[in-house]
């Protein structure tokens, strides 16, 4: 019986990474040569968004699902992440302007894991302040705290309007209580003509003062209140609300809970997190 060449074995192993690497290094310049295409094919259209929150969603669930082996999901997002954000640069130059008032560290890793390093990280103090520079840009991005904390105010009401930025994007995507970027950020851009994922929808509410039942009579229609500050002359709600419900049954579940003047305008929507499935860690 001819024994196995364990140093043999090895050195077979590392021709099959090395042609994995190569074969990973060739389709990722094949990817370059199409987006070099389509940026082609968009110029003769006219132009138009880079940012296509909805199919990012879409292309990141369906990488969670099939994903199996040793390599950490961690991992398999932070790569799949920066390409798709590296790219997206390729065809449109921007930056990502982040609120830091609260603390760099976990902002900085929050934009580092989602956009890379070639994306230009631009830094203000506060979410109105974003929200400003966002609104003078010719397409970059905002990151923004869900909790800014009550020094921001209702930062959101500067989103209501229809020329304002909105929400496209809720941060990280794949939910899981050990995501190395776990701080929950709303990403804001000026609107998008196309291509927003509208599964939720974020709403600016204001009422004239805070009732007890509020926050039962919004559930019981599938709504959460992320936010609520005073702001104009009474209070400012942020909610998030099922894409599908409609402005007249989430004003009715409102008056339900005894609120008198309301006032709601769309500030944004996003797609449906998606919760990773658990996979035991290897022992």
Do not use: C
Not at 250 to 279: N, Q, T, V, Y
Request: aromatic fraction near 6%; avoid cysteine.
């Amino acid at each position: 019986m001819t024994s196995v060449d364990p140093q043999q074995l090895l050195t077979n192993l590392r021709v099959d990474i090395d042609r994995i690497d190569l074969a990973m290094h060739e389709l990722l310049m094949e990817r370059g040569e199409i987006i070099d295409r389509l940026i082609e094919i968009k110029a003769r259209q006219g132009g138009g968004s880079a940012f296509r929150p909805g199919r990012e969603a879409s292309m990141m669930r369906a990488m969670a699902e099939r994903h199996r082996g040793l390599l950490p999901l961690d991992t398999v997002e932070g790569i799949w992440r920066i390409i798709i954000s590296t790219f997206t640069y390729v065809q449109s130059n921007y930056s990502v302007h982040a609120d830091v008032a609260s603390g760099d560290a976990a902002m900085r890793d929050s934009v580092r894991f989602h956009f890379g390093f070639t994306v230009p990280f631009l830094t203000h103090n506060g979410p109105t302040a974003v929200i400003a520079a966002v609104a003078r840009s010719e397409g970059d991005l905002g990151m923004v705290r869900l909790d800014s904390g009550p020094a921001s105010g209702a930062w959101w009401t500067v989103l209501v309007g229809e020329a304002a930025p909105k929400i496209i994007a809720r941060l990280p995507f794949v939910e899981r209580p050990d995501h190395p970027a776990g701080m929950p950020v709303f990403v804001v851009s000026k609107p998008l003509a196309e291509a927003a994922a509208t599964e939720v929808r974020i709403v600016a509410i204001s009422l004239d003062r805070w009732r007890d039942g509020v926050p039962a009579a919004l559930a019981e229609v599938g709504a959460e209140i992320l936010g609520n500050a005073a702001g104009g002359v009474g209070l400012s709600l942020m909610v998030a609300v099922p894409g599908a419900l409609d402005e007249a049954m989430l004003r009715e579940a409102l008056r339900k809970a005894g609120a008198g003047d309301i006032r709601m305008g769309d500030i944004g929507s996003h797609a449906a997190r998606f919760e990773a499935p658990h996979r035991p860690s290897r022992s």
